[in-house]
């Protein structure tokens, strides 16, 4: 006897938090029928100031369908919330099969298709020999075969060797020496070799033109 009315009074239970949920979404359906009445009222009338007719014709016929179906949920709601335990189960199943139609009725857009495509891979193809070789390369030779350093530091610092006629002065080791007008160890000549990194290319350079 008590196991019966334990499962009463669950049954009673539930059946209240049924009620009192319908009962719930029923003032929230409400509440959104307003507020989408309203919008495409304002639309319509929108149209019509606007001289779109059919719009205007298109939104008054959407405000009918969509009236329609919310007084139809409004009633199914409302049945819920007086609803007692031999008429939930019912309808229940009455307000879902009732959306599942809209839902089922309701135009569904197709699926973009992929924009890609599928790519073959290009045959190789067998380029004629070049006749004149690249810029860099080019240079590259000339400062080669010239023995000249490259100010961008590509290469290896190599100056020219001596000429004959210079070597043919005879100078000497003193001659290389330091002299009083122009000690190596001078401020300012120390100065000069920083400032061009002490690169003798750069050093060569500036002696050329300046001495």
């Not at 599942?100 to 857009?109: H, I």
């Not at 067998?126 to 290469?155: C, E, I, K, N, Q």
């Amino acid at each position: 006897m008590q196991s019966v009315d334990a499962k009463s009074g669950q049954d009673d239970g539930e059946l209240t938090s049924r009620r009192s949920e319908a009962a719930a979404k029923r003032q929230e359906i409400r509440s959104l029928r307003n507020e989408v009445l309203t919008r495409i009222d304002a639309s319509a009338q929108g149209a019509e100031g606007r001289g779109a007719k059919q719009s205007a014709a298109e939104a008054r016929d959407l405000r009918r369908q969509l009236v329609s179906r919310f007084d139809a949920l409004d009633g199914d709601l409302g049945s819920l919330e007086k609803a007692d335990r031999s008429t939930l189960g019912p309808r229940s199943r009455q307000a879902a099969q009732r959306i599942e139609s809209w839902l089922s009725a309701r135009p569904v857009a197709p699926l973009p298709a992929p924009n890609w495509k599928r790519s073959e891979p290009q045959p190789t193809m067998t380029l004629p020999a070049a006749t004149d070789a690249p810029r860099f390369v080019g240079d590259t030779l000339w400062l080669l075969r010239h023995h000249y350093a490259s100010a961008g530091g590509l290469m290896q610092v190599a100056l020219r060797s001596t000429p004959s006629e210079a070597s043919a002065c005879g100078y000497t080791a003193a001659d290389l020496a330091d002299a009083p007008e122009a000690p190596k160890s001078h401020v300012d000549i120390q100065a000069l070799a920083k400032e061009l990194d002490y690169n003798p290319a750069r050093i060569f350079a500036w002696v050329n033109q300046n001495v």
